[in-house]
């Protein structure tokens, strides 16, 4: 072990040791996104490469910062529609070369829906939730998701971007749950439970 206190990683590598150390603050739902953590931590330790270079999977494994925004007062979360994709996603993008994944929310949020990323005082900037997907349709690859949670008022959002998604739309988590999984992100639902669990307790580490 090195001095950053993580094994695998040069003296040079202190990004890796931040993104190690945020993911460790993840509190995992179940044993899915215990082994999703797992893998990951595997992944940063062992020196591949962590960003995409090169549409759409070079390398075949990067990082993408999703950020799941919150209107708490009517507990409505905001999903929309990926043209790409095809399916209801929380918005979100890769996390580019050298760019902190808190860094990637607040940029994203800026580019896609024209408003100031707040973090919700229930996670703060720490990455709430992480997944590790195998995309579908051409160019196959796999995305590591850090989810973050934002907070705001829903009637701040007037605009998106048209050329991304389609429409957008605000459901509350129980009718998150209502929707089939197969036009959400496959993980939506086990995102919800969890921030369901988090709201109910009022926070999200024990």
Same mark, same amino acid.
């Given at each position: 072990?090195?001095?950053?206190?993580?094994?695998?990683?040069?003296?040079?590598?202190?990004?890796?040791?931040?993104?190690?150390?945020?993911?460790? *603050?993840?509190?995992?739902?179940?044993?899915?996104?215990?082994?999703?953590?797992?893998? *990951?931590?595997?992944?940063?330790?062992?020196?591949?490469?962590?960003?995409?270079?090169?549409?759409?999977?070079?390398?075949?494994?990067?990082?993408?910062?999703?950020?799941?925004?919150?209107?708490?007062?009517?507990?409505?979360?905001?999903?929309?529609?990926?043209?790409?994709?095809?399916?209801?996603?929380?918005?979100?993008?890769?996390?580019?070369?050298? %760019?902190?994944?808190?860094?990637?929310?607040?940029?994203?949020?800026?580019? %896609?829906?024209?408003?100031?990323?707040?973090?919700?005082?229930?996670?703060? %900037?720490?990455?709430?939730?992480?997944?590790?997907?195998?995309?579908?349709?051409?160019?196959?690859?796999?995305?590591?998701?850090?989810?973050?949670?934002?907070?705001?008022?829903?009637? *701040?959002? *007037?605009?998106?971007?048209?050329?991304?998604?389609?429409?957008?739309?605000?459901?509350?988590?129980?009718?998150?749950?209502?929707?089939?999984?197969?036009?959400?992100?496959?993980?939506?639902?086990?995102?919800?439970?969890?921030?369901?669990?988090?709201?109910?307790?009022?926070?999200?580490?024990?």
């Amino acid at each position: 072990m090195n001095s950053t206190g993580h094994p695998h990683l040069e003296h040079d590598e202190r990004p890796r040791a931040h993104l190690l150390d945020a993911i460790g *603050t993840i509190d995992p739902w179940d044993s899915l996104e215990g082994t999703h953590l797992n893998t *990951t931590t595997q992944w940063i330790g062992c020196g591949a490469p962590l960003h995409r270079v090169r549409k759409p999977d070079v390398p075949p494994m990067h990082l993408v910062s999703y950020f799941v925004v919150l209107d708490d007062t009517s507990d409505r979360l905001l999903l929309v529609a990926h043209r790409k994709a095809g399916l209801w996603l929380p918005t979100g993008g890769h996390v580019e070369p050298g %760019e902190d994944p808190w860094a990637t929310v607040v940029r994203e949020c800026q580019e %896609e829906l024209g408003i100031e990323a707040i973090a919700s005082p229930l996670t703060g %900037e720490s990455p709430f939730f992480l997944t590790v997907t195998d995309t579908r349709g051409p160019g196959v690859h796999t995305d590591v998701s850090l989810w973050y949670l934002l907070a705001t008022d829903a009637d *701040t959002i *007037t605009s998106y971007d048209e050329e991304e998604f389609s429409s957008i739309r605000w459901l509350t988590t129980d009718q998150v749950l209502a929707e089939p999984d197969d036009v959400l992100d496959p993980h939506m639902h086990r995102f919800t439970r969890k921030l369901q669990r988090a709201r109910a307790a009022g926070g999200h580490r024990s």
